[in-house]
């Protein structure tokens, strides 16, 4: 089995609120609960054609704040509000309390997901296609500005004689992701050959979140943090501080730096005398160098032995038998 989650009870306490705000003690718990179920169904019945699509409550001592979210608040003010007055006698005669009713209007109905399910359902009754039924409305909420749309439905769909899912998506709808701004709604088409669940899931971007907070700038340490601070500043040192100098040690007198002699420069050494030829003495008398002795290359003595005649190899003569 699945295990789903509704995403409006995932992400409250996290980024969305609760619908009722109100707390009481355990045991008056149960009927104020009782109380806040019934008043929901009736006005969910009472302003079908409103488009309703949130109800908030809000409880005190001895009163009861209503807040209608809905698309046409003029369906629901009426004629110089008589409808409004109507609805809040019978809701002060079903609570025994002051009743407050507050109108807000839905600028944009195509992205609130129970509006979104009701139009479906709404067409559904009226035996169109439902596929034709849900791409019409994942259009018009992606026009709208939507970042993702999915509906949803389950039933006996077109009529058949075995209840099936079908389901259909345009965008992303980020389901895990719990700063997701997801609106989920799901109603009933009721139409002869039974009721058909409609479920939306409408996501339009993610919640405002609070910057973290800058971190504070460092403060740098005046140069003379060692010195007292009425020194530091300029006013007359106090005994305490005459004190607090006579103990801390006076800082040893600079001395100045040594002359630095000048970098000697090493002289270049001496070029040797070059080696004299040597001489030797001619018959006349006279000198003259002596001849330089021959090398032989390693390229000429190879050329000499290349030039030398090759023996012939001794050939084996087979003796004919």
């Known amino acids: 089995m699945g295990h789903k989650v509704h995403p409006n009870g995932f992400r409250l306490g996290v980024y969305r609120n609760w619908e009722a705000k109100w707390f009481a003690p355990d045991k008056e718990y149960k009927p104020l609960l009782l109380e806040d179920v019934r008043l929901r169904r009736m006005l969910m ?3 079908k054609n409103a488009g309703l699509a949130r109800i908030e409550t809000e409880r005190s001592s001895s009163a ?9 608040p003029g369906i629901v003010i009426g004629k110089g509000g008589t409808s409004v007055d109507q609805l809040r006698d019978e809701l002060e005669k079903i609570t025994g309390k002051r009743v407050r009713v507050t109108i807000q209007e839905i600028k944009k109905p195509e992205l609130a997901a129970q509006l979104v399910a009701e139009n479906v359902a709404a067409q559904l009754e009226k035996r169109i296609a439902f596929r034709r039924a849900i791409k019409q409305s994942l259009m018009k909420t992606m026009r709208a500005g939507a970042q993702g749309v999915k509906i949803r439905v389950k039933g006996r769909l077109g ?5 099936r899912v079908e389901w259909n998506r345009e965008g992303r709808v980020p389901l895990h992701t719990l700063k997701a701004d997801i609106d989920f709604g799901q109603t009933e088409a009721k139409t002869t050959f039974g009721r058909i669940g409609v479920s939306a899931w409408v996501y339009t971007g993610n919640f ?5 907070p800058k971190p504070a700038a460092a403060v740098e340490e005046p140069a003379d943090a060692g010195v007292p601070v009425a020194v530091a500043i300029g006013e007359a040192p106090s005994p305490l501080a ?8 006076a800082p040893a007198p600079e001395v100045a730096p040594a002359a630095v002699p000048a970098p000697v420069t090493a002289e270049a050494p001496a070029a040797k005398p070059k080696r004299a030829a040597r001489v030797t003495k001619a018959a006349d008398g006279g000198e003259k160098p002596a001849p330089k002795r021959a090398t032989r290359t390693r390229a000429a003595a190879t050329t000499e032995k290349s030039d ?7 050939r084996a003569v087979k003796k004919k038998e």
């Open 242 to 249: 005459e004190l607090v100098q006579a103990a801390v040690p």
């Open 45 to 47: 019945i009472r302003l």
């Open 159 to 163: 009529g058949s004689e075995m209840a």
């Open 208 to 212: 405002p979140t609070e910057a973290p």
């Open 64 to 72: 009861l704040t209503i807040t209608l979210h809905t698309a046409k």
């Open 308 to 314: 030398a005649p090759k023996a012939p190899r001794a």
